[in-house]
Structure formats: structure tokens, C-alpha cells
């Protein structure tokens, strides 16, 4: 497993999934648990998290509501007896379990997106009625070297979590993959994508850590945007 350790001793954890990597943000006080994947790997997420000698969660924080990162939700939280949080604007699908359905940015990806919409047993998963919305003015964890911030594009309510001024958390805001190199290949927002990464080049962060795919160097962002 991948690990950071911040300046001021903050430890990001990458739990790497089958669908998608989450990640623990380690304080000296608690653990924060950042989306929680699939059934499918439920498993697995235990075991890292075992690994790991992670036997609480404070809190879950989803980066966006698409299924690949929220299908665990009602498990983790009833599991561990943490609150869970989500942008106010896909706060429904969570509580209802609806599946908020990616839009394919690219071309060739149109007919995956149509099989998504079309496939009812790819749109349902336990409802975690007790989620609540992200307050963006007051904190939720309770470090002030964590901070949360709205990047949409990949969809409507996708949020960043930024620690210690080194690292972004950035969930599908982007990918880093071998072939696509610095990419989005599905957004609800396309036309805010670029918006999204300029936003997050004004944060000081030398790192960005996607959800898919390997770390982000600053310079990497830089050359994209040129």
C-alpha cells in the first residue's frame, strides 16, 4: 500500500480496489475514510484496513455518488457507526440508493454509457439514509491542516479533500493512466473539467492522487493546462 506522511504528520493511506483506489486520512486523533468502493470489494477493503491496524473509521467522506466509490456506504457505516458525507447536490442518490450515472466524455466510451443507463442491476445499491451533506464553512474533520473544496465536472458534486497543503484527494476530478497520461474520460460537467483543474493548480499541493490511477506530480498538471 501506497502512504504519505505530511509535514505535520498527517498519513494518507491508498487502499487499492478493484474499481477504484479509496484512501485513509490518518490524524493524530482519527481516521477518515475516503469512499468505500464495491460489494465485490469488500473484502479486500477489510483486509487493508486490517492490515493497516484500522479497527475505527471516524467518518466517511464521498468523493462523488457514482456506485464504483458509494456501494459500501450502508455497510461501512453501519459497521463501524460513522457518519457518512456527500455533496448536498448528490446527497439523494446515497439516502435513496439511486445510482448517479456517468456521461461519457470521450466518444468511444458512449456505448459503456449506455449500458450503465440501461441496466437496472448497475443503478441500485443500499441506501445509507442517515448520510448528510458536506458544510464547506465549517470543518468536518477537525484538523485545520484538512480542507474540503467543491471541484465539479466529473459530476455535479464532486469535491477534493486537500491535507496539510501537499496533497489533493481529487476522487475522478482526473485520472492518471498509462496510455491516456493526465485525462478525464467521463464527466457529467465536461465543459467545467478544465475549470476544475486550474481551481486546483490555485491550491499549493505538489500532489494530486486520483481515484484511478497513479499520483499527479504539480508539474505533470501544469504542462496539461498549457
Not at 506522511?5 to 475516503?34: D, M, P
Not at 478544465?194 to 486546483?200: H, I, N, Q, S
Not at 499541493?205 to 498538471?221: D, L, V
Request: net charge positive; with cysteine; proline share 4%.
Amino acid at each position: 500500500m501506497k502512504k504519505w506522511v505530511t509535514k505535520h504528520g498527517i498519513t494518507v493511506i491508498r487502499l487499492k480496489l478493484a474499481r477504484c483506489s479509496c484512501y485513509v486520512i490518518r490524524t493524530e486523533k482519527e481516521n477518515w475514510l475516503i469512499d468505500v468502493g464495491t460489494i465485490r470489494s469488500r473484502k479486500r477493503l477489510l483486509a487493508l484496513l486490517q492490515e493497516c491496524y484500522i479497527s475505527a473509521i471516524d467518518g466517511v467522506i464521498l468523493t462523488h455518488a457514482h456506485i464504483n466509490h458509494v456501494e459500501n456506504v450502508a455497510w461501512v457505516a453501519e459497521r463501524y457507526q460513522c457518519p457518512v458525507y456527500v455533496h448536498d447536490s448528490e446527497l439523494h442518490f446515497v439516502q435513496t440508493g439511486d445510482c448517479l450515472i456517468p456521461k461519457a466524455a470521450k466518444g468511444f466510451l458512449n456505448p459503456a454509457e449506455k449500458v450503465l443507463r440501461e441496466a437496472p442491476f448497475l443503478n441500485k445499491y443500499p441506501a445509507c439514509r442517515d448520510a448528510k451533506a458536506i458544510t464547506f464553512d465549517e470543518p468536518i474533520i477537525w484538523d485545520e491542516h484538512i480542507r474540503l473544496i467543491e471541484t465539479p465536472g466529473h459530476s455535479e458534486g464532486s469535491v477534493s479533500i486537500i491535507v496539510d497543503d501537499e496533497l489533493a484527494l481529487v476522487g475522478d476530478a482526473m485520472s492518471k493512466r498509462a496510455f491516456f497520461g493526465v485525462n478525464q474520460l467521463w464527466a457529467n460537467q465536461p465543459g467545467l473539467v478544465e475549470v476544475t483543474w486550474k481551481k486546483l493548480l490555485q491550491e499549493p499541493c505538489q500532489w494530486y492522487i486520483p481515484s484511478h490511477g497513479g499520483a499527479i506530480s504539480r508539474r505533470q498538471m501544469e504542462r496539461k493546462l498549457k
